[in-house]
């Protein structure tokens, strides 16, 4: 609590050295697309003679406090040609604006680079934003669009091993990241055991990463918030949208119910891998020395249903639905995994008057897993499960003066399966069941205050007020604050100060996505984990508008870190918080950013040195870990290095390139083994001797994955096949290290014990058919 009321104090103190702004107005309105009527989420709305800007919030609605005076007011949103329009500010004015769509795609590489500018007068920081058309130009493993896999390009954001879709955003776990669908929470955002998330890419619209300076609405993870906002249907015509992939294929189907009023989107998703390796094994069964192949895929279905009721009042349903299953089948033996996420949400969007709107919410969410095992006659199912039941309403508020206020609450009911076991026999001569149920309750209310002081200080600042009860009750302040400075029209400075909570925890026996994952609430024992980021930087505009170069350092705390005890048995467990240690952390480093996103070629470079820690110390030093000293976590990474570009060759015809270089995962190697017999001297074993918890590291990890996009040229709608090349040059990363032990062939006797690598992908060529009628 101590970082809290030191940040509690320096805010008010920049508040008293905050000089009194000038006589402000307020000009507000909604920005609309031509022709449907549609609000424009995110829209850029600027006053270049001021420096100053804002964005559309999820209404269309934006607002801007200017002095009295006449001013060019510019707005422009990807797709759109730049709106450009003059206007005497003499008053409060509602200024409302309509944007036409691009008439080419020159117009329209001249739009985005705007956000350029928005990015540089923007009072957040350490916040990443990426479309899926941007995703859906680089190269991807198997052909398969990601846009999770995409933020791990960016700077401070590492993946947790070769190919997978989990984040480790400076320096936490992948179970810190709030990740959102349409406001809505999804627990694991993965498939393939990691190596895909569950965001379809045609139904996407746009992802927000959120590194540091979390605004005060977000709350209940330490290390990031990733926003995703689901696509709304087209308001003209009904259109789909698609793809044929060499492991998976995609539908979209979406468009107007009643013209300008209702709107759906429906999207699914499957692999079919499973459906070639059955047929492998049909072949092969009954072959000697036949070993069955395992039997995997995944699906997920999205949907989204708007409906404008009046002028005012709009209503939006959101869904989404996912499973992966995995099989294995020798004789007797037989084992399965299946586990997914399901959510709805409800929302109510209504416009009280001009300054004032609201966004309510319902929401169910669920994430479930299963392992089923049969062997021989018996046969057992471990289950682990989440549900979570969401009520929430956020109001903006939109001041003169300068002050665009956001508030809001929130309240969620956890209910918790852990470690459900049901063991049977096939005449039910032995049965029986084993677990622990949880319910608990979350909550938490915010306000937050926008605040354009002049055209060169704005301020983002605000409290948020948590708690959670499950027996014990806990309660929390977190606040947040973030500053920028304008040093001249093309350089800013900013720094940010933000407090996070988490009352829910992860349990898993691997650092990797895998489907073993147990979700364990705060208790009387086990208290909340708490983390306090700093971070400052400096922003500059160049090269006539095209470049953009950030510079950020960060620093890091986190308290009651959560791990395990050597040997701990984290299912069938009455008591599973006996095997719990606490732990302290830290992270900090410097990451450097430069972009460029305009002219035929564009992309980015970022560069992150790093530092990742934890310490577990213990009343029983035989419990500590690592001797209760601080050691690197798994993805502790030096340097992280990428290189993404992008050229258009021509206007059918896009080259891509995306580079990466990382330092090599810590890990732990045995530095010794001893070797005993038994009582006659016959058969030896060998113990290994561990030294320091990950004082070791594996080979450096980069690669080069390389794509054209091909636009086909059809005569309605549109179409392309994007070839990609996924590890060019064949780099054998390492995925993990093993020892093999070498034996003499005459007297068994164990001679040495030789490291071995595993690697996962060579080079994988892929293509695939894109489509949109």
Same mark, same amino acid.
């Given at each position: ?35 449907? !009527? ?18 559309? !919030? ?69 916040v990443e934003k990426l479309t899926t058309k941007e995703a859906k130009l680089l190269p991807a493993l198997f052909g398969e669009v990601d846009l999770i896999k995409t933020l791990q390009l960016k700077p401070g954001v590492q993946s947790g091993g070769e190919g997978s879709s989990g984040l480790y955003v400076r320096g936490g776990g992948p179970d ?84 300008d009023k209702a709107t759906f989107l429906i999207s699914g998703r499957r692999t079919y891998v499973d459906i070639f390796t059955r047929q492998l094994n049909r072949i092969n069964e009954g072959k000697k020395d036949y070993s069955p192949i395992p039997d995997y895929y995944f699906y997920d279905l999205n949907g989204k249903l708007n409906y404008k ?75 682990? &499960? ?176 959560? &791990? ?12 599973? $918080? ?48 690592? !001797? ?25 015809? !896009? ?23 038994? %009582? ?11 030294? $320091? ?15 054209? %996009? ?33 034996? &003499?062939? $005459? ?27």
């Amino acid at each position: 609590m101590r970082y809290s009321y030191y940040c509690l104090f320096l805010l008010f103190l920049i508040l008293l050295a905050v000089p009194a702004a000038a006589k402000n107005y307020m000009l507000s309105g909604i920005v609309r697309a031509a022709g449907t !009527n549609e609000v424009l989420v995110g829209a850029t709305v600027a006053v270049p003679g001021l420096q100053t800007g804002t964005t559309t !919030n999820e209404g269309g609605f934006y607002s801007l406090a200017l002095p009295q005076g006449t001013y060019t007011v510019q707005a422009s949103y990807i797709g759109y040609d730049t709106f450009s329009g003059s206007i005497r500010v003499t008053g409060n004015q509602t200024y409302n604006i309509t944007l036409a769509p691009a008439s080419n795609e020159l117009q329209v590489v001249e739009i985005e680079a705007q956000t350029l500018r928005q990015k540089l007068n923007d009072t957040r920081m350490s916040v990443e934003k990426l479309t899926t058309k941007e995703a859906k130009l680089l190269p991807a493993l198997f052909g398969e669009v990601d846009l999770i896999k995409t933020l791990q390009l960016k700077p401070g954001v590492q993946s947790g091993g070769e190919g997978s879709s989990g984040l480790y955003v400076r320096g936490g776990g992948p179970d810190q990241n709030l990740v959102l669908l349409d406001d809505a929470l999804i627990y694991n955002p993965s498939h393939l055991f990691g190596f895909f998330s569950v965001f379809n890419s045609d139904a996407v619209k746009s992802v927000e990463l959120y590194k540091g300076g979390f605004p005060a609405q977000f709350g209940g993870r330490l290390s990031s918030v990733v926003d995703v906002d689901m696509a709304s249907g087209n308001n003209e015509r009904v259109q789909a949208t698609g793809g044929l992939g060499l492991i998976s294929s995609r539908l979209t189907l979406d468009g107007p119910i009643v013209k300008d009023k209702a709107t759906f989107l429906i999207s699914g998703r499957r692999t079919y891998v499973d459906i070639f390796t059955r047929q492998l094994n049909r072949i092969n069964e009954g072959k000697k020395d036949y070993s069955p192949i395992p039997d995997y895929y995944f699906y997920d279905l999205n949907g989204k249903l708007n409906y404008k009721i009046g002028e005012k009042d709009e209503l939006i349903l959101s869904s989404y639905w996912g499973r992966d299953f995995f099989t294995f089948k020798d004789d007797d033996f037989r084992i399965g995994f299946d586990w997914g996420n399901s959510m709805a949400s409800l929302s109510w969007r209504h416009k009280y008057n001009d300054r004032l709107y609201s966004t309510t919410s319902a929401g169910i969410t669920k994430y479930k897993y299963a392992i089923n095992n049969e062997i021989d006659i018996f046969s057992f199912k471990l289950t682990s &499960d989440i549900e979570d039941y969401t009520l929430k309403t956020d109001f903006d508020l939109f001041l003169t003066g300068g002050h665009s206020i956001k508030f809001g609450a929130s309240a969620t009911r956890h209910y918790f399966t852990v470690g459900r076991l049901n063991f049977d026999s096939d005449d039910n001569s032995l049965s029986f069941g084993a677990g622990n149920d949880y319910d608990a309750t979350e909550f938490g209310a915010y306000v937050a205050d926008d605040y354009q002081v002049n055209a060169r200080l704005s301020l983002n600042y605000g409290l948020r007020f948590s708690g959670f009860n499950n027996g014990k009750t806990y309660f929390a302040l977190e606040p947040r604050v973030a500053a920028k400075y304008n040093l001249s029209e093309n350089t800013s400075l900013k720094g940010s100060f933000a407090s996070m909570m988490q009352y829910v925890h992860l349990v898993a026996n691997s650092g990797a996505s895998l489907p073993t994952d147990v979700w364990y609430p705060s208790s009387a024992y086990v208290k909340p984990q708490r983390s306090q980021q700093v971070a400052a930087g400096v922003s500059h505009l160049f090269g006539d508008g095209k470049f953009l170069f950030t510079n950020e350092v960060y620093y890091k705390w986190m308290e009651r870190q959560i &791990d395990f005890r050597d040997g701990a048995n984290l299912f069938v467990n009455d008591d599973l $918080e006996a095997e719990f240690l606490f732990g302290k952390g830290r992270s900090y480093g410097n990451e450097v950013y430069l972009e460029k996103i305009k002219g035929r070629t564009t992309g980015w470079v970022g560069y992150t040195l790093s530092w990742t820690y934890r310490k577990f110390d213990s009343e029983d030093p035989a419990d500590a870990i690592n !001797n209760g000293n601080w050691f690197p976590t798994r993805y502790d990474r030096r340097h992280d290095l990428s290189v993404v570009l992008l050229h258009q060759l021509s206007k059918r015809l !896009n080259l891509t390139g995306a580079f990466t270089y990382g330092t090599g995962n810590a890990f732990s190697l045995p530095v010794a083994r001893f070797a005993f017999q038994d %009582v006659q001297g016959q058969r030896s074993s060998v113990v290994p001797v561990y030294s $320091e918890r990950n004082g070791f590291r594996l080979a450096p990890n980069h690669r080069l994955d390389l794509g054209l %996009v091909w636009k086909l040229n059809p005569k309605r709608g549109s179409a392309d096949l994007t070839f990609s090349v996924y590890n060019a040059y064949n780099r054998r990363n390492p995925y993990f290290v093993y020892f093999d032990q070498i034996e &003499d062939e $005459e007297s068994g006797q164990t001679l040495k014990f030789q490291a071995k690598q595993v690697s996962l992908f060579p080079t994988i060529p892929s293509v695939t058919y894109n489509f949109k009628f």
